[in-house]
């Protein structure tokens, strides 16, 4: 090593620090699910202090994170595990005042070399009280070593370009950027959900903010081959694999649709086709989520946006479901914040791959906007939906996704 | 078995080209590099210079004519840019039609760009374009006409006589340039004889392999290489060329040529029933009759054609929707609007294209197939 300090990563917690008597279990997803979302990368030193999370790599690959593209793949995949507020890339060394100086400098040479920044400040903590110096004299004197080695540079405390950040512990750290983390809570600590998943923008964006809020997810995606291709399904895989990065691995059931759709299609109206079909898609779900342990469905919908996501389409939908509640964490957002979250979690340039899916071969040109009551025991009075319901969950395939790009 | 109607996208090679290459990648002394001055390079420049003969003499053309690229497009992309680059006196006038491949209109694009005028002539619903406009269009500023000798989507064949007869009454110094990917070895093809200054070709529609392109240029006219280094087939594509790609082309070719007139015309018996068959399930037929029989495009009621597609694939039977290199994108197909189809019969629009080896049978339980597709899947 050219260098005289060690590369480990510093993870901040978020929301865990507000929990009462239950934190330590928090916590303690926290880090199994950093340890699980670190593996494929190497082996790693996980310590907790306070609602600071340290990284470091073991002895059997300590210079792992000295490689600059190894090091950023890292600290992103720490930023994807749900719980924490923020992450950096931290320089650890030994040795005094002199020290700090030199890589603080050291610091600076190597983020100008990068950026064109003019203005910085250094804010400085002082956990080891025996250091002889106080974290306003640190900040000075780091100040003035950076202003001597980079004239060109002058200090903002207000809105700087970029800080340096020095803490004091039994050994001394620099470092400077802050990525931000997905916050939420740890995926395991809120049970387990069943999302409708399809191939569009909306549902990996609800499945990831459920599992945002420490949800496990499970999902379901409805085949209609051959009205829907081979490569719609490869599409739903993608998704749910890199909602995976963020949650976990993701049980995806596939439900052979298609017999399912013709029949209804030839015994129900035209209009009310959207409805019925998803009112037997609520059904086959839920009960796949019993079955599952699942505590609760998880759809994208969201209100107004399409005409089965009116208030009465969603009503009438709804109420199929006896047994748990159907959770719409999308139902009050504009779709244009929809996919910007979509575009932040890497889903979006997936989602629009244009393979019809089979919501688009079965739409009727005027579905009933605002359907009652009437409409739908009409429309399934010459349907067998318990028979349609077995059906469906009887055609179930099962594939196991799990992240594999890092 | 499956049945396989997507010739026009690729093909199967054949055993013999199979064959062939395996022998040639498996021996100990057919692996050289041609440019090598040792007894392996000389072998392999042997072969590669007797599959250049073999091409040659089946394409009536020189040997010295022929340039091997890595495919189709290279060959289309370097024709027609590399000869209005080679060329900036020959004028700036580039004489085309919207129902070219991609590698043609990217490559028109790109020099419209540069500052050249790109004239489109309009194509009727026969495909092809229309000759008063071309004679109209065509000045002594015209420096290159490009036109495809089969389109890939509808059939269409080029009516390329009259074209000729018109660039020489016209301009005889503007050149032309035939994209005969679709062509070679459906249609026959004598180079020295079309009245063509440039020709594109591809190996994998021939039954021969993936990354296999030949670009024909007649002797005199100069084009510019678009890809340079070593210097390689006279300095006009560089790069180490493939002798087993090459020796592939070469046999494949010679098989197509073999019977390419009884074929022809075999094929064209085939297409009758099987389009005939179609209209009497109420099947729109958009190909123009006297189309290349090998290529077929129809338009299915009630099934838009991604669904239909599917659904043969379903039992076996491989389509496509439009040229496959574009059907990620999902708009109709740019050649049939073009020839002024209408977007609701182009919508439901699928491409059956055969080969030599396609039979009756394979048509009739296609013709099957799809009478239990509208029976199940209709909606």
Redesign the interface.
């Known amino acids: 090593m050219s260098h005289s300090y060690r590369t480990i990563i510093l993870a901040r917690m978020g929301e865990i620090a507000l929990k009462g008597l239950n934190r330590g279990k928090f916590e303690r997803q926290l880090m199994d699910n950093m340890r699980w979302r670190l593996k494929e990368f190497g082996a790693f030193t996980i310590v907790q202090s306070q609602s600071r999370i340290w990284i470091e790599p073991k002895e059997s690959n300590a210079d792992l994170l000295e490689d600059q593209e190894v090091a950023q793949q890292v600290l992103k995949a720490v930023t994807q595990v749900f719980g924490l507020v923020s992450a950096s890339l931290v320089r650890r060394f030994s040795g005094d005042m002199e020290d700090i100086k030199k890589q603080s400098v050291q610091l600076t040479d190597d983020i100008l070399s990068e950026h064109d920044y003019k203005t910085f400040k250094v804010e400085s903590k002082r956990g080891n009280k025996r250091f002889p110096l106080a974290s306003p004299e640190i900040c000075v004197d780091v100040g003035e070593a950076i202003l001597i080695a980079h004239p060109e540079l002058t200090v903002d405390v207000h809105e700087p370009d970029f800080i340096i950040y020095v803490e004091v512990r039994e050994d001394l750290y620099v470092y400077s950027e802050k990525l931000e983390g997905h916050r939420g809570l740890p995926v395991g600590t809120a049970g387990k959900g069943m999302l409708l998943l399809s191939g569009g923008i909306d549902s990996p964006v609800a499945g990831y903010m459920m599992a945002s809020r420490g949800m496990q997810l499970e999902a379901i995606y409805f085949h209609s081959?051959?009205?829907?291709?081979e490569r719609a399904l490869e599409k739903v895989k993608d998704l749910a694999k890199i909602v995976s990065q963020y949650s976990g691995t993701i049980l995806l059931h596939v439900c052979n649709f298609t017999d399912i759709q013709?029949n209804l299609?030839k015994n129900s109206p035209q209009d009310m086709l959207t409805i019925t079909m998803r009112r037997v898609m609520f059904e086959i779900a839920e009960e796949l989520a019993n079955k599952q342990g699942c505590k609760c469905l998880i759809t994208g919908e969201s209100l107004g946006q399409v005409a089965s996501q009116t208030i009465e389409a969603i009503q009438i939908t709804n109420e199929v479901v006896k047994t748990m509640p159907v959770f719409r964490p999308l139902i009050g957002l504009d779709k244009e914040e929809t996919c910007n979250i979509s575009r932040r979690i890497g889903a979006f340039e997936t989602s629009i791959?244009?393979?019809?899916d089979c919501c688009t071969?079965?739409v009727a040109k005027h579905p009933k906007t605002h359907p009652q009551k009437k409409h739908i025991i009409e429309a399934e009075e010459k349907l067998d939906i318990p028979a349609l319901v077995k059906q469906g969950v009887e055609g179930i395939e099962t594939y196991k996704i799990e992240r594999t790009s890092k | 078995m499956s049945i396989y109607f997507d010739n026009s996208a690729t093909t199967k090679p054949l055993p013999e080209v199979a064959r062939l290459v395996f022998e040639s990648l498996s021996g100990e002394d057919t692996f050289g590099n041609p440019g090598s001055l040792h007894r392996l390079g000389v072998l392999a420049e042997r072969d590669l210079s007797a599959s250049a003969e073999k091409i040659s003499s089946l394409l009536s053309c020189k040997k010295e004519e022929l340039i091997f690229t890595s495919c189709g497009s290279e060959s289309v992309n370097t024709a027609i840019m590399g000869y209005v680059h080679q060329n900036p006196r020959a004028g700036k006038k580039i004489i085309s039609t919207r129902t070219e491949h991609k590698a043609s209109l990217e490559s028109l694009s790109r020099l419209e760009k540069e500052g050249y005028e790109i004239c489109y002539i309009p194509v009727g619903l026969d495909g092809k374009p229309d000759l008063t406009a071309l004679e109209n269009a065509l000045d002594e500023n015209t420096a290159l006409l490009t036109f495809t000798h089969v389109n890939n989507e509808s059939g269409s064949i080029l009516p390329l006589s009259e074209i000729v007869a018109i660039r020489n009454k016209k301009n005889r110094n503007a050149k032309i340039h035939l994209d005969c990917v679709q062509s070679l070895g459906k249609l026959p093809i004598a180079l020295s004889r079309m009245g063509v200054d440039m020709a594109s070709f591809s190996g994998h529609k021939i039954h021969a392999l993936k990354g296999f392109g030949l670009l024909y240029i007649k002797s005199g006219v100069r084009v510019q290489p678009l890809i340079i280094g070593g210097g390689q087939q006279g300095g006009m594509r560089s790069g180490t060329q493939s002798p087993y790609l090459a020796s592939a082309f070469a046999l494949a070719l010679e098989k197509a040529t073999e019977k390419i007139e009884e074929n022809l015309s075999k094929m064209t018996e085939l297409r009758d029933f099987f389009s005939c068959e179609l209209e009497k399930k109420g099947v729109s037929i958009l190909s123009p009759k006297d189309a290349l029989p090998y290529v077929l495009n129809v338009s299915f009621p009630h099934f838009?054609s991604?669904?239909m597609?599917?659904?043969l694939?379903?039992k076996e039977i491989y389509v496509s929707t439009v040229s496959a290199c574009s059907s990620?994108?999902?708009a109709v197909s740019y050649v049939l609007s073009e020839m002024g189809i209408k977007r609701e019969i182009a919508k439901n629009a699928v491409r059956f294209s055969f080969s030599r080896f396609n039979t009756k049978e394979e048509m009739q339980t296609a013709l099957d197939a799809i009478s239990m597709i509208y029976e199940?899947?209709m909606?």
Do not use: R
């Open positions: 081959y051959p009205y829907t291709s013709l299609y791959l244009p393979y019809e071969v079965f | 838009q991604e669904t597609l599917h659904c694939e379903e990620k994108t999902k199940k899947y909606v």
